[in-house]
């Protein structure tokens, strides 16, 4: 239990700075008897660093369900094509039916980003079973030519700026109350990950040894699809694409406690809510009080940890 | 009592098995044995329906295995297949206990862990509970995936090539163990690849030839050079030890 604590040991105090950190000033002491700074608290600081918390802990879920799904550590919904399909949904809906609700929207990209992640499913199902790396790379380029489309339809349209937000720099800044709140449907899909954690153990055992257990692979398979590709949408409807988190997070994870997710997806989730809430709050004091996106944050910081993960010598028992 | 009734398999254009009709019989050790490509694997992952049936019935103890739900079929019968390619990162006990997930659906009771703990024992195991899969030698990650088909408790247990990888030691042991199991009541299906551990061991034998069943009976009736000798299209000499048979195929 103790890299919970560790996490929860860190996550609080984070939490904490984020609720105080902004253009704004807040004082522990003005905040009950200022009526504004009470009204930045609940409408802004409040909404932005729950936000930040449902996003990383939703988005380092959907990794490691993406993972056992294929049963290949190298890949997150951001790299197969999940989040390309999602952002295509979006931006047909947007071209279609502008005016439509919010929710509209998110069924919309959740329900494309099943058709995109389920092509991809189809994809390396046909790749030879030893070649595990042919895994990343078909994902990478499903969502290479997935972006293609949506940046040409993008241009033609005069969107590209909208597209870049949802798919290369999620930011927070624009978060507040009456904003954010369908990530808390993200993380209700990301519990129901946790109330079939076993489920997706076996089924990284192989589709053999799932069967022999009385389990249909097919039907885990869906729930993982449903789980993966409904997190990634409405991450990109609220906030837009966090790049790395879903990969580094499940990695480092795996790396100290294995993968039985009953025990480590807690541990996971609480991971991926440090590591965005503490690129957040770097983005937000990197200059001062403008901000840097927390995508952008992320871009550099997950490459330097993936890197240090692929050259670092594997833990043993 | 397994019944396989007229059932034939073809992967693409090629015809695996052809038309096959066999009863294994219960409380019983039976050994499959056959040369490579016999179809001893196909007709196992057949049996366990790990592999969706094209013609033919199958049933184990009456439940037919396409109508029965898969559930069931995992109380009824626990099969460890050849493939046991690693996808994670998990710990030998950890492995163990999933073989007992037909039982509680992910709330285990002190009877699941006190099966878990007598499978790791039964493949000496215990020291190693805490390591991870992918730290272990071939042979000790093979006894591993035994002990999790072990744990899942059920009156069947189908085992291909479960010998593959492991010390001629471990070998016996694990041959004894399912003698044991065998006088527990449960019955076993066997697919081995050294005859002299069917001969030995099982109750019997049945074996197969380009995916038909080429002789079936007690060791005694099968071992012999003419039986084994046409199977394996090769001259054999078999002489026998404390009233079994044992082939002399390195010779």
């Not at chain 2, 001969?199 to 012999?224: L, N, S, Y």
Request: charged share 15%; proline share 5%; net charge neutral.
């Amino acid at each position: 239990m103790r890299p919970t604590l560790i996490l929860i040991g860190l996550l609080m105090p984070l939490t904490a700075a984020s609720l105080l950190i902004g253009a704004a000033g807040i004082g522990m002491t003005g905040l009950f008897s200022d009526p504004h700074m009470a009204l930045i608290m609940t409408v802004s600081r409040l909404p932005r660093t729950l936000a930040v918390i449902l996003t990383g802990a939703a988005l380092a879920v959907a990794g490691v369900v993406m993972q056992q799904m294929v049963r290949n550590r190298f890949v997150e919904p951001g790299t197969t094509g999940t989040a390309e399909s999602a952002a295509l949904g979006l931006l047909a809906v947007t071209l279609i039916a502008p005016e439509a609700p919010i929710w509209i929207k998110m069924v919309v990209a959740s329900l494309a980003a099943m058709a995109g992640t389920a092509l991809f499913l189809q994809l390396i199902r046909r790749l030879p079973p030893r070649e595990f790396l042919l895994v990343p790379v078909v994902g990478l380029i499903l969502s290479g030519v997935l972006g293609a489309v949506v940046t040409f339809i993008g241009w033609q349209t005069d969107l590209l700026q909208l597209i870049s937000i949802w798919l290369m720099t999620g930011e927070f800044s624009g978060v507040i109350a009456g904003r954010y709140e369908l990530l808390w449907l993200a993380a209700g899909a990301a519990a129901l990950a946790w109330f079939a954690a076993d489920q997706f153990s076996i089924l990284s055992l192989g589709r053999e040894t799932t069967t022999g257990l009385g389990l249909n692979p097919d039907a885990v398979m869906r729930l993982g699809l449903v789980v993966v590709s409904v997190v990634t949408a409405l991450v990109i409807v609220t906030v837009g694409m966090i790049p790395f988190v879903g990969l580094v997070v499940p990695n480092i994870v795996a790396r100290r406690m294995g993968d039985n997710l009953r025990r480590t997806l807690p541990v996971t989730a609480a991971g991926g809510a440090t590591l965005v809430l503490a690129c957040d709050i770097l983005g937000r004091l990197v200059r001062f009080p403008y901000e840097v996106p927390v995508g952008t944050i992320l871009g550099v910081v997950g490459s330097a940890i993936f890197l240090w993960l692929l050259y670092r010598e594997p833990s043993g028992g | 009592m397994i019944c396989v009734e007229g059932v034939s398999h073809s992967i693409g254009k090629t015809e695996i098995l052809h038309d096959i009709s066999v009863e294994i019989p219960k409380g019983k050790v039976t050994a499959l044995v056959g040369p490579n490509g016999a179809g001893k694997s196909t007709l196992l992952s057949l049996i366990g329906r790990l592999m969706p049936l094209q013609s033919g019935r199958i049933s184990v103890d009456g439940a037919d295995t396409v109508q029965t739900p898969s559930r069931d079929l995992a109380r009824l019968m626990a099969i460890l297949s050849q493939t046991n390619t690693l996808g994670s990162r998990l710990r030998v006990r950890e492995l163990v206990a999933f073989g007992r997930w037909p039982h509680h659906q992910g709330r285990p009771t002190a009877e699941d862990v006190q099966q878990v703990n007598d499978a790791l024992v039964a493949l000496d195991l215990i020291a190693l509970g805490d390591r991870f899969l992918e730290a272990l030698s071939g042979g000790q990650r093979q006894r591993a995936f035994i002990a999790m088909a072990l744990a899942q408790g059920a009156d069947w247990l189908l085992l291909d090539e479960p010998l593959a990888a492991l010390d001629m030691a471990f070998a016996r042991r694990i041959m004894a163990q399912l003698v044991t199991l065998r006088a527990a009541g449960r019955s076993v299906v066997v697919v081995v690849h050294d005859i002299n551990h069917a001969a030995v061991w099982a109750d019997h034998i049945v074996a197969m030839k380009a995916g038909r069943i080429a002789a079936e009976g007690p060791p005694q009736a099968v071992c012999t050079s003419k039986v084994l000798g046409d199977i394996y299209g090769m001259d054999l000499r078999v002489t026998e030890i404390d009233g079994k048979p044992l082939v002399l195929h390195h010779l």
